[in-house]
């Protein structure tokens, strides 16, 4: 991921949609892994770049494996940087159901709870 991040670090657009593009090719190729979904997600969601691609491709990675919290975690992530505050609650208190005492989950939750206004 090292090598992409700079691209989706970039304040230029053309090299934003460049790492996406690998990022496509490499979901293309490497069909039906949750972890490789799970982490190309992640590095979108968490820098709000398309966000409904990041959401799309979380939740395939849910899809492939459903009892995953981290993977919960990511779906959570996207829906955040969608602007669906609910949904990320939502989804973050699914990973808290698997892995209550994750301090990491914990923290998501608290923030997505501030973004609603409950906290």
Do not use: C
């Amino acid at each position: 991921w090292f090598v992409l991040e700079p691209y989706l670090d970039a304040a230029d657009p053309t090299s934003r949609r460049y790492a996406l593009d690998i990022i496509e090719r490499v979901l293309a190729e490497e069909e039906g892994d949750a972890q490789l979904y799970n982490s190309l997600a992640w590095v979108l969601a968490v820098r709000g770049l398309y966000s409904e691609r990041a959401l799309s491709v979380a939740l395939s990675a849910h899809e492939l494996a459903p009892g995953d919290a981290n993977i919960m975690d990511t779906v959570a992530e996207a829906h955040f940087a969608a602007g669906d505050f609910a949904a990320a609650l939502e989804w973050e208190e699914k990973a808290l159901a698997l892995d209550p005492e994750n301090g990491f989950f914990l923290e998501q939750r608290l923030k997505f709870r501030r973004a609603l206004g409950a906290e």
